[in-house]
């Protein structure tokens, strides 16, 4: 069929520009234009042929012969315009005109032209128009009518009288017809090949697409069943996509989200407009990892196009596309949380600059205004007095020192500058010795201080640091404690840890503010009016210095009830414990006792 390849590239060539954008209206054209030229060329290159064996042609056949330009000129006029349809009612209309004045001159209805009246809508069938075929079929109907019309008054000649005279004609009629037909099954066949093969390419990018495509494609009917769900779904619910047919992927929206998801598939059948929803889906599938945790996904969906027009709602079909949106969740949560906790942070520090104002600022009024009695010469002070102003500007000044180390300790540890130095040593009479000097506070505020601490272990552990530990802890219940109360200091160790327990009968501490304990600069039940004072830096420090040993703490309280804190230590912090021989010990510690001495006696000398 090589010969023929110049024939189509000419015929492709006559194809409107404006057709030639789609494949499919691009065919259709050239079906048009093909069998017509071909055709009536074909039958202009017969002519001579035709004379040759017929001899000189009459009238008749000559207007035969020349109506085949009509064709020709159809075609010319559908390359220029690219007017389908209207080529199309043109070349019914001529179409009808030749075999009308071929059949009036050959015996009206009963002539061989005639049955070409069936070829007029048939071929207007190829041009996929409603109106053009009506109007075909209304061209071939008012011929027909005329004819029958034209016979039944005797006005044209009997068919039997001209079948003679024009048998080669009939012939020749009869052969162009089977040929034009075979043209038209040919353009048929073209056009329903070339729609396959459209269909088939359109149907395979689809496809495609929706094999790799990460989004998840649904189709919706009636109540939100699932009617169709692209391969996606298998990567993203871990589960087969013919599980989530039906009401399959309902059965796995999470039971809060479920209404939000029905109201958006409603929302979009009911007012043709796009709606979108997040909501939780259950995973499944082999992973155990996987199976049964929820997912967040993102649907956005709209009417389907084929129903969007449905004049029932209940009909109207929903397409809808699923995104994982579980990072976006995360991150979403992960900012929420990070302004809350700044927020917080915020918080903390006003209360912070509160608090500390009035801390610094009291003993600083103390320091700044007793010294300047002391130093007025206008006021006689006795000894008694001057002493009681001195001592109270000390522990002023004592208490300002106390709060500046423990911000300055604080600050440490969280920049992560704050080390340890731990030491081996017995911890039973470092928590007695922290006991004996809380006593007389404890004494002082009315509050029984009792000590239970067992026959303990050596430990390797930061001996500043413990007792840090223990005045703070200590101190502060004692201070939360009322009048007639209890505070009890136990000890305890088991194979790896130290245990130490402060226990007091207290105010309590509120359940919303438990779990804040050891926060820096946080005080439970904040306010202007507290009746306790204090940078509330002691548990944050407590806390911070339990945690560079690798211990823990713990909080039990109630309110009115008592406040409970448990400390666990390692005993011995540095990983390894050191094995100690007691002769030695005994031995390094005279040496030492000995060296001091001897220098004490150089210096007094």
Known sequence: ?????????????????????????????????????????????????????????????????????????????????????????????????????????????????????????????????????????????????????????????????????????????????????????????????????????????????????????????????????????????????????????????????????????????????????????????????????????????????GTAGSASIAEREVVAVLRDVSERKTQERAVDIARAESERANAAKSRFLATMSHELRTPLNAIIGFSEMMTDDSIVLDEARKLEYAKVINDSGRHLLSVVNGILDMSKMETGNFEIEPEPFLPAPAIISCCDLLALKARDAGVELKTRVADLPEVVVDRRALNQILINLISNAIKFTPRDGRVTVSADCDSSKLSIVVQDTGVGIGEDDLPRLGEAFFQARSSYDRKHDGSGLGLSIVKGLVKLHGGDIEFHSRLNEGTRITVRLPIDCEGKRPVVDPIRLVTQRANEFAAATKNLVKKSA
């Not at 619910?237 to 598939?265: C, N, Q, W």
């Open 1 to 305: 069929m090589s010969f023929l390849t110049p024939v189509w590239n000419y015929v492709d060539a006559l194809v409107h520009p404006a057709a030639q954008q789609d494949a499919l209206t691009a065919a259709r054209h050239r079906a048009f234009i093909a069998p017509r030229l071909l055709g009536s060329f074909a039958a202009l290159a017969s002519f001579p042929v035709y004379i040759a064996f017929r001899g000189v042609p009459s009238a008749l056949e000559i207007g035969v012969f020349a109506w085949l330009v009509v064709p020709i000129l159809t075609a010319y006029f559908l390359s220029r315009t690219g007017r389908y349809e209207s080529a199309h009612v043109l070349s019914s209309l001529s179409l009808t005109g030749l075999i009308g004045v071929v059949a009036w001159c050959t015996g009206g209805i009963g002539s061989f032209a005639a049955i070409w009246l069936v070829v007029v809508p048939l071929e207007a069938a190829l041009s996929a128009s409603r109106r053009v075929v009506a109007m075909a079929s209304t061209f071939a109907l008012v011929a027909a009518g005329l004819l029958l019309v034209l016979s039944a008054t005797g006005m044209l000649p009997p068919a039997t009288e001209v079948a003679s005279e024009h048998g080669a004609l009939a012939a020749l009629g009869i052969i162009s017809a089977a040929l034009y037909s075979t043209g038209l099954a040919l353009g048929a066949e073209s056009l329903a090949r070339t729609s396959f093969w459209l269909l088939y390419a359109e149907e395979d990018r689809y496809r495609l697409l929706a094999r790799n495509i990460t989004d998840v494609i649904t189709r919706h009917g009636r109540n939100g069943a699932v009617l169709f769900v692209s391969p996606a779904a298998e990567a993203l619910f871990g589960i087969k996509a013919g599980e989530l047919m039906s009401h399959g992927l309902f059965d796995r929206v999470h039971v809060a989200d479920r209404p939000a998801y029905l109201t958006a598939l409603a929302d979009a059948a009911a007012h043709g407009e796009v709606r979108s929803v997040e909501f939780r889906i259950r995973r499944g599938g082999e992973n155990e990892a996987q199976a049964g945790q929820f997912v967040w996904v993102e649907m956005r969906c709209r009417p389907f196009d």
